[in-house]
C-alpha cells in the first residue's frame, strides 16, 4: 500500500470511529456491556512478527515515501522523541492516535528494534495507557479519539499520563511536579549537550555521558522533587531511554555509539529524522540494550525509592530492582494493570488477557520469565 493510502484508510478508520464511540461517553459498565454485545469489540491483531530476514537491514528511513511534516494542531505528540519523530514522518498515523501492532511495525521499520523488544515496550504501555476495547493508544495526551473508556479506575491516559509509564527523572522533560512532563524542555536539554561535552567522546552523547545524566537526574529530582517517584516499572524505561539515544538514532552506517549533538538536536527538539537517516544495520534488542543499563547501574547503583520532602528519599529494598527484569514485569501483571483493571469482566476482560499475553510473548524468550495471570488463565 503506498503511504498516502495508508494515511487516508487510518483517517477514514477514525472518522468511523469517533461518532460511534463518542455517543458511549458517560454510560455505565452495564451500558458498555451491553454496547459490547451489539457491536462487539474493535479486533485485536496478533502482534507481528520480525522483519523479514531481506528487509530487516541497513536502510535509508528517511526517505521520500516518508517525509517530514510538522504536527497539526489536531495532531497528538508526547513525552517520546522516538514516537513523536516517527509520527512526524508517517510511520506512524500522524494523528498520534495509533493500535498497538502499528506501533510495533514503525519501530521495527523505522529505527529496527528487534521485535521481541519492541512487543515489550508497546504492549507494557498499551496496558497502562491505551483502550483495550478500541485497541487505540495515544501517544500524548488523553484524548476522545481513542474512544470510550472502560470504568474507572482505568484512565486510558495516552502516554502522557503521569505515573504511568511516564514518570520522573527524565533526561529532557520536567518532572510532573513542575509542568507538564510531556512537553520538551529545552533547558534540560541543554544539559544532556553539556554532558555529551563533557563526558562523551568526540563531544558526542554515548554511554559515559549517558551514565553521568542519568545519574545527576535522580540527584536532581532527589534534591528538588518533594513527590519524587522512582520505583518500577519506571526505573526501567528511565534506564532505558538512557542510552536508547546512543544506538537508535545513531545513523547505522556510522553505528558506534557516539550521537552528535546535530543527530540528538533533530530527534530530540525538531522531532525529526536527520537528512539521509539510516537505522541501524540489524535489528537491535534486550542482548544489545541490557548491557548498556547494566553499565549505567555498576556505574551508579540505586536503590528504588519515593521522596517524602525533598532530599528525603526514603528507600524501597522490596520492590523489583532494575537489574530484575522478570519481577518487574511481574510487577506490571500483578500490581500496575489490576490497579486499573481491578475486577473486569466480558470483553474488558478478554481484551486485557489477551495483552498481558502478548507481553508475556515478550519476555518469555530472552528472558524465560514465568507467565503470571492476575485474572486467571
Ligand atoms: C516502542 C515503543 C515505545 C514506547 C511505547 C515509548 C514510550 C515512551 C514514554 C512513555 C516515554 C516517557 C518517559 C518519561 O520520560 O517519563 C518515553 C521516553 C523516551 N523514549 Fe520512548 N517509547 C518507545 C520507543 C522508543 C524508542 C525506539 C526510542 C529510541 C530512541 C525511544 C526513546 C525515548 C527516549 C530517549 C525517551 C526519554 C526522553 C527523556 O527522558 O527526555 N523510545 N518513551
Ligand atoms: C524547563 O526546565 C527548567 C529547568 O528545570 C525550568 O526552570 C523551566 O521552568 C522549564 N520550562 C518550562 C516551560 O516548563
Ligand atoms: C572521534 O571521531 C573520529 C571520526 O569519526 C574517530 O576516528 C575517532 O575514533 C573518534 N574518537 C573517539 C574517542 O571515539
Ligand atoms: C527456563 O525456566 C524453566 C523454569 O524455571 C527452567 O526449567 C529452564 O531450564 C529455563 N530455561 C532456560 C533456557 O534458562
Known amino acids: 500500500m503506498k503511504f498516502s493510502t495508508i494515511i487516508l484508510v487510518t483517517l477514514v478508520r477514525l472518522a468511523v470511529a469517533i461518532p460511534t464511540y463518542?455517543?458511549?461517553?458517560?454510560?455505565?459498565?452495564?451500558e458498555i456491556n451491553e454496547f459490547v454485545a451489539r457491536n462487539g469489540?474493535?479486533?485485536?491483531?496478533?502482534?507481528?512478527?520480525?522483519?523479514?530476514?531481506?528487509?530487516?537491514?541497513?536502510?535509508?528511513?528517511?526517505?521520500?515515501?516518508?517525509?517530514?511534516?510538522?504536527?497539526?494542531?489536531?495532531?497528538?505528540?508526547?513525552?517520546?522523541?522516538?514516537?513523536?519523530?516517527l509520527a512526524n514522518h508517517g510511520y506512524l498515523p500522524r494523528s498520534g492516535v495509533a493500535r498497538p501492532d502499528q506501533i510495533v511495525t514503525a519501530v521495527m521499520e523505522g529505527l529496527n528494534?528487534?521485535?521481541?523488544?519492541?512487543?515489550?515496550?508497546?504492549?507494557?504501555?498499551?496496558?497502562?495507557n491505551g483502550n483495550p476495547l478500541t485497541n487505540l493508544m495515544s501517544i500524548g495526551m488523553k484524548t476522545p479519539l481513542t474512544g470510550q473508556d472502560p470504568p474507572k479506575p482505568a484512565l486510558v491516559g495516552g502516554l502522557s499520563q503521569h505515573g504511568t509509564f511516564e514518570g520522573d527523572t527524565s533526561m529532557s522533560r520536567v518532572d510532573a511536579f513542575f509542568g507538564d512532563p510531556a512537553a520538551f524542555n529545552q533547558t534540560r536539554f541543554n544539559d544532556l549537550l553539556a554532558f555529551a561535552t563533557k563526558y562523551g567522546a568526540n563531544g558526542s552523547y554515548d554511554v559515559n555521558a549517558a551514565?553521568?545524566?542519568?545519574?545527576?537526574?535522580?540527584?536532581?529530582?532527589?534534591?528538588?522533587?518533594?513527590?519524587?517517584?522512582?520505583t518500577s516499572p519506571r526505573i526501567l524505561s528511565a534506564y532505558s531511554e538512557a542510552v536508547f539515544p546512543t544506538v537508535y538514532f545513531v545513523d547505522g552506517r556510522l553505528n558506534n555509539g557516539q550521537l552528535s549533538k546535530d543527530a540528538a538536536t533533530s530527534f530530540f527538539a525538531n522531532q525529526r529524522m536527520p537528512q539521509d537517516f539510516h537505522r541501524q544495520p540489524t535489528p537491535v534488542s534486550f542482548d544489545v540494550i541490557e548491557p548498556l543499563t547494566g553499565r549505567l547501574f555498576k556505574d551508579h547503583?540505586?536503590?528504588?525509592?519515593?521522596?517524602?520532602?525533598?532530599?528525603?528519599?526514603?528507600?524501597?529494598?522490596?520492590?523489583?530492582?532494575?537489574?530484575?527484569?522478570?519481577?518487574?514485569?511481574?510487577?506490571?501483571?500483578?500490581?500496575?494493570?489490576?490497579?486499573?483493571?481491578?475486577?473486569?469482566?466480558?470483553a474488558l476482560k478478554?481484551?486485557?488477557?489477551?495483552?498481558?499475553?502478548?507481553?508475556?510473548?515478550?519476555?518469555?524468550f530472552q528472558h524465560n520469565c514465568t507467565q503470571v495471570f492476575p485474572y486467571g488463565k
Open 350 to 364: 478478554d481484551a486485557i488477557k489477551k495483552n498481558l499475553g502478548f507481553l508475556y510473548g515478550a519476555v518469555s
Open 301 to 346: 547503583p540505586f536503590v528504588p525509592g519515593v521522596n517524602q520532602g525533598v532530599n528525603n528519599y526514603v528507600e524501597m529494598p522490596n520492590t523489583p530492582a532494575v537489574s530484575d527484569f522478570c519481577g518487574i514485569y511481574e510487577d506490571i501483571a500483578l500490581r500496575v494493570i489490576p490497579g486499573q483493571y481491578p475486577k473486569p469482566t466480558g
Open 41 to 85: 469489540v474493535a479486533p485485536i491483531p496478533n502482534p507481528p512478527g520480525p522483519l523479514p530476514a531481506h528487509q530487516d537491514g541497513l536502510k535509508l528511513v528517511n526517505d521520500p515515501a516518508h517525509p517530514f511534516r510538522t504536527q497539526q494542531p489536531n495532531e497528538l505528540r508526547g513525552p517520546c522523541p522516538a514516537l513523536n519523530t
Open 211 to 230: 551514565s553521568e545524566l542519568r545519574y545527576e537526574r535522580l540527584q536532581d529530582s532527589i534534591a528538588t522533587n518533594p513527590q519524587l517517584v522512582f
Open 22 to 30: 463518542d455517543s458511549l461517553i458517560g454510560l455505565s459498565e452495564r
Open 113 to 128: 528494534l528487534g521485535n521481541d523488544f519492541a512487543k515489550f515496550l508497546v504492549y507494557q504501555a498499551f496496558l497502562m
